[in-house]
């Protein structure tokens, strides 16, 4: 990712001087820039030392831009470079790094006069060295300065302008690109289902399934959505014998897990933190730490003697397959509700006063949650209010989501009869009847809270 960015930075213009700890990625990187002809713009350093001091100038402060694994080793490199930089120096975290770190960080290096500013970095390593989604957030005299760099180098939306924007203060930067990973979560989430139960359940072929997403990714509500036009590129996929590279991909995603990527567990504790009912967002991640537990999975599946899903039989396929697009409209609009909601209730105890005007047009374009339809209709409904307290209650959404319940239930049903394997799915259709009623079971919860309570003090 560092790399790409920094073949990136090269081709807009810059002198890029870098630096890594492993030896292994800085012969990487040194590969990399001789492949593509950039050795006289790109230029490996030995030392924290010596990156400091060619990047040195009286006319500028250094910039020097972070992309690291989260934690620890963005401690270590704030240690190592302290004594080298001078007040005015900007550090640019380019990591997926916790908003809390990225706060801490900044504080201690506003003692120094140094600048510290968290930038959400989206769309994967192939945006990286095409131009990302950018979401800077700190001092506002460090955005300032890095403003006109990152436009140079952000993705272009439709409009032509920079997906970048400055988000606010603090930790803000690293906040939203952590809740936008939260949603892409959800969002994986109800695409994989989607495609379970057209090749398990209506037992499409992978090229079926590729035509399908196709199809999806040019109708209004789902055009240019970026995970759906992925499907079709990794459904098509084949190795060098003609087979198809997914079908021997394991049902294992392992991230969550080993710690290598935080940000999915740190929206859900997020949403819990701040009372928000994100239910696709925490389902999505539920699913896919039991998906890392393959071992325990087998050895469940053999004790329960649970049956496998079965083929789904309707009467009209085309018509089946119009519902699930509709139904995957219904599900990715609320994980975009979900996850705005959160920012926005952080936003609020904030007071970072985020436009989302904004942020939506930062995720338009080289974000992998990008999605034209979806982002559309949000800009809309931010562009007649900007006080969106919560979604749900406006009206074109609700009218949007009306149209489609009818379509969502019917796939609902249709999967749980052939047990389909639908956490983020049903969640959604959940979600949203919860969300929207007067008439919960929770009045029975609540008698029984004031029993426990009177029985306890008795």
Sequence with gaps: MGSMMSLLFAEKGCKVYYFDISEYNMKAAEKMVKDVNEETRVFRQHSYQQLCEEIYSENHPRIIIFSIPHGNPGDECVKALRPYM????????????????????????????????????????????????????????????????????????????????????????????MIHNGIEQGMKSVISEVWYILTKGLQLSYEEAAGVFEKWNQTPELYNTFLIYSAVDINRTKDEKGRYVLGRVQDKVVQ????????????????????????????????RCTSAEL???????????????????????????????????????LCFTQGLQIIREMDQQREWHIDYQDLLHVWSAGSIIQAGGIMDLLHKIHSESSSKNNLLSDSELETQLNSLLPSMKRCILTALEADMVIPAMSQSLEYYKYSTSVDLPTQLIKKELNISAITSST
């Design 86 to 177: 001078t007040k005015g120096d900007i550090i640019l975290d380019c990591s997926n790094e916790f908003y809390g770190n990225t706060e801490r960080r900044q504080a201690d290096l506003a003692k120094y006069g140094i600048f510290y500013v968290g930038c959400g970095v989206s769309g994967g390593y192939q945006s990286a060295r095409a131009g990302p989604s950018l979401s800077p957030g700190g001092d506002p005299q460090a955005l300032e300065i890095i403003m006109p760099l990152l436009r140079r180098v952000a993705a272009k939306g439709r409009d032509g302008k920079p997906c970048t924007s400055p988000i606010g203060p603090g930790g803000s930067g690293h906040y939203v690109k």
């Design 256 to 287: 969550d897990v080993d710690n290598t990527e935080g940000t999915g567990t740190w929206s859900c504790e997020e949403a819990v933190r701040l009372h928000v009912p994100a239910a696709n967002i925490v389902s999505a991640h539920l699913f």
């Design 295 to 333: 071992s325990q999975r087998a050895a469940d599946a053999e004790a329960s003697g649970r049956w496998q899903p079965s083929a789904i039989k309707v009467s009209s396929r085309d018509g089946f397959i119009e519902d699930l697009r509709k139904a995957t409209c219904f599900c990715l609009l």
